[in-house]
């Protein structure tokens, strides 16, 4: 799914899984996120560890923010 979320924004699966501040890396994140979390099942800890952020409140925030 990973790849399928970085293709869809036109950037590598690096760039997703860096901490760069790139727009479109930052909204791939938040739905990479959203994704994992409501359709797959996975921790807000699991999905921040694969993407390698820091805290698990960003993921939560993310997760919040974004209206699907």
């Known amino acids: 799914m990973s ?3 970085a293709d869809h924004f036109k950037i ?3 760039e997703l899984r860096s901490p760069t501040k790139k ?3 930052t ?3 938040a739905i990479f996120s959203y994704l994992a979390i409501k ?5 807000g800890r699991e999905v921040g560890h ?3 952020m820091r ?3 960003a993921i939560r ?3 919040k923010e974004k209206d699907f």
Not at 39 to 43: F, I, K, T, V
């Open 61 to 63: 925030r993310s997760e």
């Open 3 to 5: 790849q399928k979320v």
């Open 50 to 52: 694969f993407l390698n």
């Open 55 to 57: 805290g698990y409140s």
């Open 12 to 14: 590598t699966e690096e």
């Open 27 to 29: 909204e791939a994140k």
């Open 39 to 43: 359709d797959m099942g996975y921790s």
């Open 23 to 25: 727009r479109e890396a």
